[in-house]
């Protein structure tokens, strides 16, 4: 899954509500049509703390996407297709077709897109090359697939972004309850800064046996993020809240509420290395107020940019510290180290 463009970047980040991936660094396949390749891969060990746990070392090829792009430059019309492959995913979907939408952008900044698309919510992007690290935040908002109908609106420094779909995170095809997600934007040229509202009404679902399996929820999320960047020097800072969600950290019937922040620093050391650090942490309580999960982590990711333009390739490592109760590449508690390379052309 890859966002439009990647966020880290001030002066791509004001197109990526809406229009398709840009063309920097695609291949033109002829009069508006263009293909993006990505691939990520890596090693992994982890050296969790908990009582008996044992090191754990991984090596695999994560992805490859291509995305497939049409713009008719008179009339404004647009149409996306991302293909996907997972190598390390054993299930049916090693290979789908994981994005797929059309659209058309208007004069005066207004534009919209239907079919099957990304949220822009979110600092960090689901993959690897979306994202300085390569291992994601504690609590952080993550482009999530959706089914609907996007639009928006642009002028000068500021944006609205506003979106009717199937599911806020769920994706499930399943209109009779459609979630809302709006976000509001401001871009300038050393500053971006987003803000996120998603309302998902989550039905209780009984499999045909008449016994609902989790009662109904109104899942809701506000996700605020800036970024300020001072030359080589990019800040950036996150803050969600999060109501009423059931999602990986608890058994279907706990519902929870809680709030993550996170703390991101980058420093381009010349044109190949960078480094970059960062903090995270996420607390969420159950409907009586008992902890589901308390977890923080620390980051160090320096990268080396082998090739930059037409074609991307780098190098990155992860040195994560983390402690808690959330899982996150097979470990609570421990350190993680993490060795990877992405390629975009």
């Given amino acids: 899954m890859t966002k439009s463009t990647t966020i880290l970047s001030a002066s791509i980040a004001a197109s990526a509500l809406l229009l398709p991936v840009s063309s920097q660094g695609s291949i033109e396949l002829g009069p508006g049509f263009a293909v993006i390749g990505q691939f990520d891969g890596g090693y992994r060990f982890v050296d969790p703390t908990e009582e008996g746990s044992q090191h754990q070392q991984t090596f695999s090829s994560n992805e490859f996407q291509l995305d497939f792009d049409y713009i008719h430059t008179d009339s404004g019309l647009f149409a996306h297709v991302e293909l996907e492959a997972r190598t390390s995913d054993q299930t049916d979907n090693q290979f789908r077709a994981e994005a797929a939408f059309i659209g058309r952008n208007f004069a005066e900044g207004v534009g919209f897109k239907v079919g099957k698309f990304i949220s822009p919510s979110g600092y960090e992007g689901a993959e690897a090359w979306d994202r300085f690290t390569r291992t994601t935040a504690f609590g952080g908002i993550f482009a999530y697939l959706q089914n609907g109908v996007a639009g928006y609106y642009r002028s000068g420094i500021f944006n609205v972004y506003g979106a009717i779909v199937d599911g806020a995170w769920s994706a499930d095809n399943d209109f009779t309850d459609p979630s809302a997600e709006i976000q509001f934007g401001v871009t300038t040229e050393a500053f971006v800064s987003r803000l996120t509202i998603a309302l998902e009404k989550y039905n209780a679902d009984d499999n045909l046996d008449g016994i609902p399996d989790h009662p109904p929820q109104d899942r ?61 942490q996420a607390e969420y309580e159950d409907r009586e107020g008992q902890t589901v999960s308390d977890s923080s982590e620390l980051t160090l990711t320096p990268r080396y940019q082998i090739l930059d333009g037409a074609v991307e390739w780098d190098f990155r490592a992860d040195f994560r510290w983390q402690d808690g109760d959330n899982e996150i590449a097979g470990v609570y508690d421990g350190f993680l180290f993490e060795l990877g390379t992405t390629l975009r052309f």
Wanted: glycine share 6%; aromatic share 14%.
């Fill in 220 to 280: 809701s999320m506000i996700n605020v993020w800036g970024q300020y960047s001072l030359g080589a020097l990019v800040l950036a800072a996150e803050y969600n809240l999060l109501a009423d969600m059931n999602q990986v950290l608890s058994p279907a019937a706990t519902a929870w509420d809680g709030e993550a922040a996170m703390l991101f620093a980058k420093y381009s050391i010349n044109e190949h290395w960078k480094l970059g650090l960062r903090y995270s």
